[in-house]
């Protein structure tokens, strides 16, 4: 489904794409609000720095969707994250060295897709697990290390995809010894936050700059043996994009290591909880932190 | 074929869920059945509460399934009862509505019929309303069940297994064959109930 879902928009990108472009840089996004954030963010910085014009194809079909447009030269730059292009795109097992990913993918990336790397944003969006703020507080939780203790008569709900990939719960128990009181729930994803909130289960695994884990009083516990593949988010950019715009390359190292995991998940919480606007999240933020 | 080695090495699974599966229908709709009939026979009793109890039955069919094992999470938790109380709030329109449907189209001349025979309103409802309405009041069963058979692979949203469990880690790992593994049995199931309470309804009919 997502594949042809894919090909048919990717068809649709080519016949609208097919028009030349030679005066504006198009700036593309996966299917979720920090991806459409980040994109905007991206694209106003472009529009305030290099007076280019800025097309925006936010929300496409996500990770293949992507990557295809911007092979294809129908996007000149997305922001991606460093895990998924690691597992998902160059197909790499789940990974061992967490420091070496994000320099094994831009060379990989440089060398077979002619795709550029710039400096990441500075926040890792991977999985968090994450526990009501008062039980953090009432039994001193601050790293997943410290979840054994509690494990034994604490009950977890995940999300299918956490229960499936290899880089997920079975992992997890295993690396930090972790016996719940009955085997995990599995549930919807969206749901764990609602049942968490609602004290239907004590521990679930989000996404570590979701918006909602301020908002429903969750806290994320520290991942102390480092178990989650990092993914650090960073613009995605053709190389050919780069030599076409002189400023290109210098405007957008600007945004780099400028978001934290908290203001990731604060612009997010903006979007997704206020449900205020991202062209004026981005703009906000843009004059505020990037003057 | 993918499918067929898939089943062969998860049988017992496949027939763990199909069985927590025909539970949430069974179960679910039986309470619907409990419910529904005697509402649908009290409407044709009190016109006057017609309008609001079909109209609030309507409304539980209008909200998204996801979105209902939302709102029932903070009182009935997760798990099987939360997705069989969702289950039921979706069978109950068209139970009462058929069964109201029913009893209401009974010709009055029959009914006069019955009174002139000095029944009282009990006996005229069951040797003869019942009895006449029952092809329409398990029509209604009969699509109230197929629905809860679709309905109750949602249930694997809040941890109440069924053939949805398939489903939703297909959907959640891209993986297409998962997807069939569970929608495959359970429009078997569907078709399957679809049939059994049609022969029903046809040994209804002849009966009479």
Redesign the interface.
Known sequence: MAAIGGRVLLTLALLLGACGRHDRIVVGAKNFTESDLLAEIVAQQIERRLHVPVERRLHLGGTFVCHQAILAGQIDLYVEYSGTAFTAVLKHPPVVERDSVFHQVASEYSRQFGLRWLTAFGFDNTFAILVRAADAERYGLKAISDLSRVAPRWHAGFGYEFLERADGFAGLSRVYGLHFAAPPTAMDLGLTYRALADRKVDVIAGNSTDGQIAALHLVALEDDRHYFPPYEAAPVVRAGTLERYAGLARALEELGGKISDDEMRRLNAAADVEHRDIRTIAHEWLEAHVP | MNLLSFYSRNSAELLGLTWQHVYLVVVSTGAAIVVGVPLGIALTRRPAWRAPVLGLANVFQTIPS?AL??FL??FF???AWTAITALILYALLPIIRNTYTGIAGVDPAVREAGRGMGMTDGELLRLVELPLAAGVILAGIRVATVVSVGVATIG????AGGLG?YI??G????D?TLIMAGALPAALLALAADAVLGIAQRRLAWQR
């Not at chain 2, 694997?156 to 941890?159: E, M, P, Q, W």
């Open positions: 996801l094992l939302g999470i903070p938790g997760i798990g694997a949203a809040i941890g469990v939703f880690r959907v959640a790992t891209v297409d």
